[in-house]
């Protein structure tokens, strides 16, 4: 059974702790799976749900929470990575005052990199418990060559995966 608040409390915290986009994806796979509230599974089709959908790019979280809690956990999650943005106005006027430190390109650099390793742990995690093969990983890295050229549209790089993986796996 899932506890609403401490539910609300995990999208809360791992948006406070996030920079925006998929930052909040590793801590939000860590706690939801190690309370058994989500399965690896609900990760991957959250964030393809959040890819095609249009609008800001923090709309996986909201999908998450559905597939995880139903409505309730949709709404939840939607409070959750709403109110942190508010605490944004009060960083950008310390920051403002700051920015100019020895230090502060340090520690946002150090931080950027946090994201990205725990970024790749998420990721080594789920295609590991998924059973992926060599024609699994061949199309992960077409789809990332794509996407990382930046002139395929997000949109046809998952219908092209969708019908790759039609044709390999039926």
């Given at each position: 059974m899932i506890n609403p608040i401490a539910?609300?409390?995990?999208?809360f915290k791992a948006t406070v702790f996030s920079?925006?986009?998929?930052?909040?994806?590793?801590?939000l796979q860590q706690d939801l799976t190690a309370n058994h509230w989500a399965v690896e599974a609900d990760f991957?089709?959250?964030?393809?749900?959040?890819?095609?959908?249009?609008?800001?790019?923090?709309?996986?979280?909201i999908c998450l929470g559905y597939l995880t809690y139903g409505f309730?956990?949709?709404?939840?999650?939607?409070i959750a990575i709403t109110i942190p943005p508010f605490f944004v106005l009060v960083v950008a006027s310390v920051y403002g005052r700051i920015e100019h430190q020895r230090w502060v390109p340090g520690l946002m650099r150090g931080i950027s990199l946090a994201v990205v390793g725990t970024f790749l742990t998420v990721f080594w995690t789920i295609s590991s418990g998924s059973g992926a093969d060599w024609r699994s990983w061949a199309i992960c890295a077409i789809a990332f060559a794509l996407a990382y050229s930046r002139r395929v549209n997000i949109f046809l790089?998952?219908?092209l995966a969708a019908g790759a993986g039609y044709l390999i796996y039926r």
């Amino acid at each position: 059974m899932i506890n609403p608040i401490a539910y609300f409390l995990l999208f809360f915290k791992a948006t406070v702790f996030s920079s925006g986009g998929f930052s909040n994806l590793p801590s939000l796979q860590q706690d939801l799976t190690a309370n058994h509230w989500a399965v690896e599974a609900d990760f991957g089709k959250s964030v393809s749900i959040g890819q095609i959908s249009p609008g800001p790019n923090g709309l996986w979280v909201i999908c998450l929470g559905y597939l995880t809690y139903g409505f309730m956990g949709a709404l939840l999650a939607l409070i959750a990575i709403t109110i942190p943005p508010f605490f944004v106005l009060v960083v950008a006027s310390v920051y403002g005052r700051i920015e100019h430190q020895r230090w502060v390109p340090g520690l946002m650099r150090g931080i950027s990199l946090a994201v990205v390793g725990t970024f790749l742990t998420v990721f080594w995690t789920i295609s590991s418990g998924s059973g992926a093969d060599w024609r699994s990983w061949a199309i992960c890295a077409i789809a990332f060559a794509l996407a990382y050229s930046r002139r395929v549209n997000i949109f046809l790089i998952l219908v092209l995966a969708a019908g790759a993986g039609y044709l390999i796996y039926r």
